[in-house]
């Protein structure tokens, strides 16, 4: 049984509430994730693949808890006129991979384990919302949850493992760091 009493396995809830302070009057925590202009928004360095699907934003939520925000356009959507699972499942592993980094105050770390699960479509011009929240940190590896948001609306849920590493790799730019 996981927090509040709820199934970890069973996502019919929410864990956590995605945003931080008290919901507005008729409306409640958890029921949608909206984008909130007033965060302390970073980008997300990238280069490569990081670089072609951004930008992305990076904020804290506080307490084990992040998030992150991309705007669809073209290059994000499949042939059916709906964002490519592809792109859903790489801005899961953005937002859960540097939400680790920095619960891990900027030690790298790999994904080794990710699971996805679609729920609804994300259309171009829609503002792509991730909460990731870091369930358990034990020695170098970190448990992982995210929920992705479109317009307030759930589309994607995952969960991953991450191992911090014992340094960055030689050569290695920091792709990826939070700047």
């Avoid at 202009?37 to 939520?61: M, Q």
């Avoid at 709906?82 to 499942?89: N, T």
């Avoid at 900027?106 to 919302?129: E, N, S, W, Y």
Wanted: include cysteine.
């Amino acid at each position: 049984s996981g927090a509040r009493g709820l199934d970890l396995q069973n996502f019919g809830e929410l864990l956590h509430p995605p945003m931080l302070g008290d919901a507005p009057a008729g409306r409640q925590w958890g029921t949608t994730m909206d984008f909130d202009p007033d965060l302390p928004w970073r980008d997300i360095r990238g280069e490569g693949y990081n670089a072609h699907i951004g930008p992305i934003r990076f904020a804290p939520l506080g307490g084990n808890r992040w998030c992150s925000a991309v705007l669809l356009d073209a290059r994000h959507i499949n042939v059916g006129g709906v964002c490519h699972g592809g792109m859903l499942l790489s801005f899961a592993d953005v937002t859960m991979g540097a939400s680790t980094f920095a619960a891990g105050d900027g030690h790298p770390c790999a994904t080794i384990q990710m699971d996805g699960h679609f729920i609804a479509a994300a259309k171009q011009g829609q503002r792509l919302v991730g909460v990731a929240t870091q369930l358990r940190k034990v020695r170098e590896l970190s448990f992982m949850q995210c929920e992705i948001w479109a317009e307030g609306r759930l589309v994607m849920r995952a969960s991953g493992t991450w191992k911090y590493l014992a340094s960055r790799a030689p050569g290695a730019s920091g792709v990826g760091q939070i700047v």
